[in-house]
């Protein structure tokens, strides 16, 4: 028997199928009664009115696009009849009726690691920074060589994260690197840093520790491969320090408010905007009412409900940053003479997710319902607690990476379709749908699908993965950690020399 499709706002016009719908089938939704008029794939949508051609489509309360065409009551509801209603630029205003930040004295706590400069640390790893892609392998060796060398000592591994850049980059992407790696050398799940430079790159050790500002000496040091003989030797010779300063640090009880998250989705269908993203809203509500701070990126992924994160700024410095996050990557987009709203991906397609806004509208969920307290650069680190937004492109490895150079500990990553991948912290995948979750269990930390089921709530699902958040901050490895993924990836906009 098929599941009744979910009715997400009583101002909407569509319903979600929670299981597949055959035509001629009669469903019930609230006060609505209707016979389909054809089939429903699961998480698609179906029309409860007849809705005219060009009329806005309401779901989750907002409109996310405008029909192409009449659609009948009990119509499958997609890309065929459905088309973005947004446009270039729009304006908005600043209400100033923020939310009021949630408090709670949590005493809560995980097992972290608490460093000298005041950071708290959820790993204590030692990781090898390459300034220049031309190192990579010299780095991967050195990785390889120190594992064996120092597989004695009380640390939690040593990773180096390739990338192809450093060299040959003018102007802002030159910058947007040293701004990326920075980010990582200075994140207090490394317990002591290698940056390994060739020595002849743009991004030379001399250039880039001017970007990097100033460093604890006994956590961080500098070789360029060019120098030694052999360069994996010095490598080694270099790391020894670095490894016996980490291996002095132990785990000890940290308030859950100086947990850092990011929030990430990638792969998503349309019951991610109802299971996961919704899942880790709460936990994103909890975590800063306690004092901590979430932080959510993907700023395409934004176009079609940032006046909602607009009406939650919590000041009118806050919102007018907001506006020019959102503005200014509209122009990135025409700049290259490519359309502002080319979302969704295939996989969001299959997955259900017909135009931008109806996708922006569930990844937005993440977010909770708090205050937006600050937007942030790319490399820039909150200041303070609550939910922040960073600049940065919806691609997975690029926004991972710049949520990991911000300074988050770890990423609440939601997926309706699946992916291994994850980045230099731990990466804790979160499918939306149980299926998913039975089918790549290797892939998958936590299934939020089991509120289709109804034998959950959203309150107790956001409490289990704060648990899960929390033990995995204390050092249970995330799948992606177990499985070995770890990548990075960097944005680049501009000439390449």
Same mark, same amino acid.
């Given at each position: 028997?098929?599941?009744?499709?979910?009715?997400?706002?009583?101002d909407?016009?569509?319903?979600?199928?929670?299981?597949?719908?055959?035509?001629?089938?009669?469903?019930?939704?609230?006060?609505?009664?209707?016979?389909?008029?054809?089939?429903?794939?699961?998480?698609?949508?179906?029309?409860?009115?007849?809705?005219a051609?060009?009329?806005?489509?309401r779901k989750?309360?907002?409109?996310?696009?405008?029909?192409?065409?009449?659609?009948?009551?009990?119509?499958?509801?997609?890309?065929?009849?459905?088309?973005?209603g947004?446009?270039?630029?729009?304006?908005?205003?600043?209400?100033?009726d923020?939310?009021a930040?949630?408090?709670?004295?949590?005493?809560?706590?995980?097992?972290?690691?608490?460093?000298?400069?005041?950071?708290?640390?959820?790993?204590?790893?030692?990781?090898?920074?390459?300034?220049v892609?031309?190192?990579?392998?010299?780095?991967?060796?050195l990785?390889?060589?120190?594992?064996?060398?120092?597989?004695?000592r009380?640390?939690?591994?040593?990773?180096?994260?390739?990338?192809?850049y450093?060299?040959?980059?003018?102007?802002?992407?030159?910058?947007?690197?040293?701004?990326?790696?920075?980010?990582?050398?200075?994140?207090?799940?490394?317990?002591?840093?290698?940056?390994?430079?060739?020595?002849?790159?743009?991004?030379?050790?001399?250039?880039?520790?001017?970007?990097?500002?100033p460093?604890?000496?006994?956590?961080?040091?500098?070789?360029d491969?060019?120098?030694?003989?052999?360069?994996?030797?010095?490598?080694?010779?270099?790391?020894?320090?670095?490894?016996?300063?980490?291996?002095?640090?132990?785990?000890?009880?940290?308030?859950?408010?100086?947990?850092?998250?990011?929030?990430?989705?990638?792969?998503?269908?349309?019951?991610?905007?109802?299971?996961?993203?919704?899942?880790?809203?709460?936990?994103?509500?909890?975590?800063c009412?306690a004092?901590?701070?979430?932080?959510?990126?993907?700023v395409?992924?934004?176009?079609?409900?940032?006046?909602?994160?607009?009406a939650r700024?919590?000041?009118?410095?806050?919102?007018?940053?907001?506006?020019?996050l959102?503005?200014?990557?509209?122009?990135?987009?025409?700049?290259?003479?490519q359309?502002?709203?080319?979302?969704?991906?295939?996989?969001?397609?299959?997955?259900?997710?017909?135009?931008?806004?109806?996708?922006?509208?569930?990844?937005?969920?993440?977010?909770?319902?708090?205050?937006?307290?600050d937007?942030?650069?790319?490399?820039q680190?909150?200041q303070?607690?609550?939910?922040?937004?960073?600049?940065?492109?919806?691609?997975?490895?690029?926004?991972?990476?710049? #949520? $990991? =150079?911000?300074?988050? %500990?770890?990423?609440? /990553?939601?997926? &309706? @379709?699946g992916?291994?991948?994850?980045?230099?912290? !731990?990466?804790?995948?979160i499918s939306?749908?149980?299926? #998913? $979750? =039975?089918?790549?269990? %290797?892939?998958?930390? /936590?299934?939020? &699908? @089991?509120?289709?089921?109804?034998?959950?709530?959203? !309150?107790?699902l956001?409490?289990?993965?704060?648990d899960?958040?929390?033990?995995?901050?204390?050092?249970?490895?995330?799948?992606?950690?177990?499985?070995?993924y770890?990548?990075?990836?960097?944005?680049?906009?501009?000439?390449t020399?």
């Amino acid at each position: 028997m098929s599941a009744p499709p979910l009715r997400i706002h009583p101002d909407d016009d569509v319903a979600v199928a929670l299981t597949p719908l055959d035509a001629g089938e009669h469903v019930h939704i609230g006060d609505v009664e209707l016979t389909l008029r054809e089939a429903i794939p699961a998480a698609h949508k179906l029309s409860l009115r007849a809705i005219a051609a060009g009329e806005a489509v309401r779901k989750y309360g907002e409109s996310i696009g405008r029909a192409s065409a009449a659609i009948p009551a009990g119509s499958w509801v997609h890309t065929h009849n459905l088309a973005t209603g947004l446009g270039q630029s729009a304006a908005y205003d600043f209400s100033g009726d923020t939310p009021a930040p949630a408090t709670n004295d949590s005493d809560q706590t995980f097992l972290g690691y608490q460093r000298a400069d005041g950071e708290v640390g959820i790993r204590n790893e030692v990781w090898v920074i390459p300034t220049v892609g031309c190192v990579n392998t010299t780095a991967q060796r050195l990785c390889a060589a120190a594992r064996e060398r120092f597989d004695d000592r009380a640390i939690d591994g040593i990773h180096t994260f390739p990338h192809p850049y450093g060299c040959s980059q003018l102007g802002d992407d030159h910058r947007l690197t040293q701004r990326f790696l920075a980010g990582l050398v200075h994140h207090p799940n490394a317990g002591a840093v290698l940056v390994l430079g060739l020595g002849c790159e743009n991004n030379n050790l001399a250039e880039f520790r001017a970007a990097l500002g100033p460093v604890d000496p006994q956590r961080v040091a500098f070789l360029d491969a060019q120098d030694p003989d052999d360069e994996i030797a010095a490598g080694l010779e270099a790391l020894a320090p670095l490894v016996d300063h980490a291996a002095d640090a132990i785990r000890s009880p940290v308030p859950l408010g100086a947990l850092r998250v990011g929030l990430k989705c990638g792969g998503s269908d349309a019951f991610s905007g109802i299971t996961a993203n919704a899942v880790v809203g709460v936990l994103s509500d909890r975590l800063c009412a306690a004092g901590g701070t979430s932080v959510l990126t993907e700023v395409p992924e934004m176009f079609g409900a940032e006046h909602l994160l607009m009406a939650r700024a919590r000041d009118r410095g806050v919102f007018d940053a907001t506006v020019a996050l959102v503005e200014d990557f509209k122009r990135y987009f025409t700049r290259h003479g490519q359309p502002v709203y080319e979302n969704p991906s295939p996989g969001n397609k299959d997955g259900g997710i017909s135009t931008l806004e109806e996708k922006s509208l569930g990844c937005t969920q993440k977010g909770g319902t708090g205050p937006v307290v600050d937007v942030l650069a790319i490399g820039q680190r909150p200041q303070r607690s609550g939910l922040h937004l960073l600049d940065g492109p919806g691609n997975d490895m690029v926004a991972i990476t710049g #949520l $990991a =150079a911000a300074g988050c %500990h770890l990423v609440l /990553f939601t997926t &309706g @379709r699946g992916t291994p991948l994850g980045g230099p912290v !731990p990466t804790l995948k979160i499918s939306s749908n149980s299926d #998913l $979750a =039975a089918h790549k269990a %290797h892939w998958i930390d /936590f299934d939020a &699908g @089991r509120l289709l089921a109804g034998d959950t709530d959203l !309150p107790a699902l956001g409490e289990e993965l704060l648990d899960l958040v929390l033990t995995t901050a204390g050092g249970r490895p995330a799948r992606n950690e177990s499985n070995g993924y770890r990548e990075i990836a960097i944005f680049k906009d501009g000439v390449t020399l």
